[in-house]
């Protein structure tokens, strides 16, 4: 059973800087994509960034310039670096790993760390 773990939510004023860790336990294989998603109050989950096994990077268009993802596959983690954090970016952070092989491909999600940005 695949497993993720995040951590390094938590209050930070505007303009403001936080890294979120997610580690992944389990068969999670070689080729697969990690990334973040975020689900505020009242809306929908959506896409922030991730990354493929094979280096491509995709990022919302809300945070280009602003967030950075990496992975680290030995240790099978995936960070997002936040700066300029912006109170529009207040949600909570899923961590995701999408398993693309053996097909069908399966996702995973953690359980979710918050993030606040409030002066």
């Known amino acids: 059973q695949v497993q993720l773990v995040e951590s390094g939510g938590g209050l930070v004023q505007p303009g403001g800087s936080l890294r979120l860790s997610c580690v992944a336990s389990?068969?999670?294989?070689?080729?697969?994509?990690m990334g973040w998603y975020r689900q505020a109050p009242g809306k929908q989950r959506e896409l922030v960034a991730t990354k493929t096994s094979g280096d491509t990077t995709t990022y919302a268009d809300s945070v280009k310039g602003r967030f950075t993802i990496s992975r680290d596959n030995a240790k099978n983690t995936v960070y997002l670096q936040m700066n300029s954090l912006k109170p529009e970016d207040t949600a909570v952070y899923y961590c995701n790993i999408r398993i693309r092989l053996p097909i069908p491909s399966r996702d995973y999600w953690g359980q979710g760390t918050q993030v606040t940005v409030s002066s």
């Open positions: 389990g068969s999670i294989g070689v080729t697969n994509t």
